[in-house]
């Protein structure tokens, strides 16, 4: 499987960006896709997931604020972020597999938030 991340880059506080991660290869073994960010000195950390039957899952952290969603047809995920913050800059990966910290990993985009 691979995945290729597109979207990122500079936006104030407040803002919004929107991500997309395609999928291509082998995805019918895939029924998890997700986004994972990573912040400097930080561990990487799930922040939204979507399965094949439609389940979404939200860290706390950007509950009401992001939006996972998923375009079946064009094998497609996106993140749409609202409301940023500076906290919420670091670097994003799309992810997926069967569960949580799936094998197949897109490369990370930079989302950074500041004024």
């Known amino acids: 499987v691979q995945l290729q991340v597109s979207g990122g880059g500079l936006v104030q506080p407040g803002g919004s960006l929107r991500l997309s991660c395609a999928a291509s290869?082998?995805?019918?073994?895939?029924?998890?896709m997700g986004w994972y960010r990573q912040a400097p000195g930080k561990r990487r950390d799930v922040v939204a997931l979507i399965s094949s039957t439609g389940d979404l899952n939200y860290a706390d952290s950007v509950k009401g604020r992001f939006t996972i969603s998923r375009d079946y047809a064009k094998n497609t995920v996106y993140l749409q972020m609202d409301s940023l913050k500076p906290e919420d800059t670091a670097l994003y990966y799309c992810?997926?597999?069967?569960?949580?910290?799936?094998?197949?990993w897109g490369q990370g985009t930079l989302v950074t938030v500041s004024s």
């Open positions: 290869g082998s995805i019918f073994s895939v029924n998890v």
């Open positions: 992810n997926a597999g069967r569960g949580l910290f799936g094998p197949y």
